[in-house]
């Protein structure tokens, strides 16, 4: 029976995600990576208002099957940037509630990205009220 919150066909990965927690906002994607990213292990996101940097880790994607995208619950996340390797180059994709839509690569309420065919990315959030949310594959 479908319910008004019930989402058919979407995944939630956020146990599976990992996270490295920035103080500041200065590293690049070239540092990040280099970085002990920790598994986060809970269902959903939940931080108090902080000017840190959330740089989360999302491996494996594509083992998901008749997976396109990638959904971030919460409509006011401020910035919110996906990077991922385009052969030797990393590429990034911006969403959030301030960036602007013409930024966007799909306008949504939601900070939605396409990661078709990308088996590892990063995702870079710079949120400073209450951030909660889920990431969910769909």
Sequence with gaps: EETVNSKPNTINITQGVELFLEKGDTLTIEEV???DFKKYGKSQVG?????????WKLSGINTFENVKYLTMTNPILDYVTLYYKDGFKWKKSSAGDLAPFWDREIIYKYP???ITGKDEIYIRVQAFGTMSFNFELS
């Design 33 to 35: 990576v280099k970085k």
């Design 112 to 114: 939605v990205f396409d």
């Design 47 to 55: 931080f108090k208002p902080s000017f840190n940097t959330y740089w």
